[in-house]
């Protein structure tokens, strides 16, 4: 099976035309185009949704175009779209998923619309079928924050979330107030790589019980920090917020995994790039003796490959999948 | 621009209301018109589906379309255009599509003669209370010489329309309250404003006229926005 997956939640245009092998049941990526907007939203130090959907609007025929030549298929070779509706910015979610719509009007094939959260996870979901389940998995990017019981490549429970800031938006505002370049997040993953864990910075709900997280308080705590303590190290500085991050994180992670036998930990979002946090999760799963899979950098961010895995798995393997359920309407949470 | 087979989609969703005509050669086939508050790009496809079933016409008996691209609103333009992206890509290049101005539209509407030396300000309303605007004079020698006299598009408040641009008719589609809901514009224009519906005649009406003598009015499948909406740069200290 040939799908199409298309994302345009929040400031990337991805396209992705990937092969499901129902035999072998796994997906082999014949294409992944990613056309970042960092340029067009630098100047302001975050993402404009407007600009964004505006953005999307000029770059998804050429991303597509582009998606289509690499993977050396036709429109009529495929056999499924994918499309994120949701969560995201929703002039940005429209533009995708209106031409997911178009595409498969005139193609004359299904399309599915996806969980954007799930679908991090999903990148993964190379080979679903041979994971160990249940698996918990820790979905950490810009937007999100959440934690998650997966109990087959595609039934998850959402154990909890975020009821402030997503770490990424921690990361973004604390770069923005240090005034480093935009997208601030790899700047402090460098910098945090020079430094030690020499400042105390507070580790949020770590002792609560439930698996929600909260990052605004650090991102307060960190700011006046800075304002205290003009001199500070900033390599300092940023590997001992991240120590606090990845405290948090490991403790959450550890008691989901006790409280429901998970033989797996799955960690996606485009903050798993962040190279101290995956170390973490790596010795992590050393400790726990436990798998730990974390997709390489490319399928962490935002991209088309990632949708493509979750609406196929969502098409093929979700009971009432003709139930009229497959078409949701775009929204800012799904 | 899209000639030589004879069946046309024309997509409108700039406003509110949304609308799918199916053309067949210059007639209209089937035309219809769709309004539900945040549900267009939900039924989009399912409505351009529905009209080519009506006619019993697949997309591969589809020559061309025409997309509304704008000026009106910001979510709209995008929905048309996307949807119309999606349909091109689906069959590789074997559709043509084409952009079509709603301003452009309200002008040729209001190209007949009884206004012929009239000068026409044909209007969409933004939602902020600014109006999308493009004037001409009517020329009693048909559309193509009323557009000869046409401006650039532009955006301007009410007041400047009734202090200084003074046209002696306003021109907009029905379905665009906010025009006559505008205290400044009923309070000058009270007999003045004209309606151009975006109907199945007049649409065939205006394509046939772009196909057969104006070509010009046939646009590149880009968005008319005319509006920045974030023109400043937002503070970035955080409190």
């Known amino acids: 099976m040939i799908v199409l997956g298309i994302d345009t939640s929040c400031d990337d245009t991805s396209f992705a035309v990937l092969n499901f092998c129902e035999t072998s049941r796994r997906f082999h990526i014949k294409s ?21 959907s505006r953005e999307h609007l000029k770059n998804i025929r050429s991303v597509y175009e582009m998606a289509m030549e690499k993977s050396g298929l036709r429109p009529k070779d495929i056999d499924l779209v994918a499309v994120t509706a949701g969560p995201g910015l929703l002039g940005s979610l429209i533009v995708g998923y ?21 679908a991090h996870t999903a990148a993964n979901f190379m080979a679903p079928f041979e994971i160990s389940y249940p698996a918990v998995a820790l979905t950490i990017s810009g937007g999100h924050s959440s934690l998650s019981l997966v109990k087959s490549p595609f039934d998850m429970d959402f154990l909890g979330g975020t009821i402030d800031d997503a770490v990424g938006e921690l990361f973004d505002k604390v770069s923005r107030h240090l005034k480093l370049p935009y ?5 402090l993953d460098k910098k945090s790589r020079e430094g030690g864990k020499n400042y105390k910075f507070p580790r949020p709900l770590i002792n609560e019980p439930g698996y929600n997280f909260s990052f605004s308080g650090l991102k307060t705590s960190v700011i006046n920090f800075t304002r205290k303590n003009p001199d500070f190290n900033l390599a300092d500085l940023a590997c001992s917020m991240t120590d606090s991050i990845c405290a948090v994180f490991l403790k959450k992670a550890a008691a989901a995994i006790n409280e429901f036998g998970a033989k797996t930990f799955i960690l996606s979002g485009g903050v798993a790039c962040n190279s101290m946090i995956r170390e973490a999760f790596i010795n992590f799963g050393h400790e726990k003796k436990i798998g730990v899979l974390i997709p390489e950098p490319v399928l962490c961010t935002d991209n088309g490959a990632m949708i493509a895995i979750s609406g196929t798995l969502r098409y093929l393997y979700t009971p009432g999948k003709n139930s009229g359920n497959t078409d949701v309407y775009p929204t800012t949470r799904w | 621009m899209i000639q030589e087979k004879t069946i046309k989609l024309v997509f409108n969703t700039v406003y509110e209301k949304m609308s799918v005509t199916v053309l067949k050669g210059s007639a209209p086939e089937f035309h219809c018109e769709y309004f539900e508050k945040r549900r267009n790009a939900f039924n ?11 006619c019993a016409v697949t997309i591969d008996d589809i020559a061309g379309v025409y997309v509304v691209c704008g000026p009106g609103s910001f979510t709209g333009i995008k929905l048309g255009l996307s949807v119309t992206f999606g349909l091109l890509c689906g069959v590789s290049g074997k559709l043509k599509a084409d952009g079509i101005s709603l301003l452009d539209y309200l002008i040729f509407g209001a190209s007949v003669p009884a206004y012929a030396g009239k000068k026409v300000l044909a209007v969409v309303p933004g939602v902020k209370g600014e109006f999308f605007c493009k004037a001409a004079e009517i020329s009693s020698n048909g559309p193509k010489a009323s557009f000869d006299s046409v401006s650039c598009e532009f955006v301007t408040s009410s007041e400047k329309i009734v202090d200084d641009l003074k046209p002696d008719i306003l021109i907009c589609e029905p379905a665009c ?3 006559f809901e505008d205290r400044v514009l009923a309070s000058r224009y009270a007999e003045g404003i004209v309606t151009v519906r975006f109907s199945a005649e007049g649409v065939a009406s205006f394509i046939g006229y772009i196909e057969g003598i104006d070509s010009a009015r046939a646009l590149p499948l880009g968005p008319i926005y005319l509006k920045d909406t974030y023109v400043h740069k937002p503070k970035t200290e955080i409190a």
């Open chain 1, 32 to 52: 992944n185009i990613i056309s970042s907007q960092i340029k067009a939203h630098g100047e302001y130090g975050g993402i404009v949704p407007e600009i964004a």
């Open chain 1, 98 to 118: 209106s031409f997911a719509k178009g595409f498969a009007l005139s193609a004359k094939v299904p399309y599915i619309t996806v969980d954007h959260i799930k």
């Open chain 1, 183 to 187: 997208p601030g997040g790899p700047v």
């Open chain 2, 44 to 54: 989009a496809d399912k409505i351009i589906a529905g009209a080519m079933s009506s």
């Open chain 2, 177 to 179: 309250a906010a025009v």
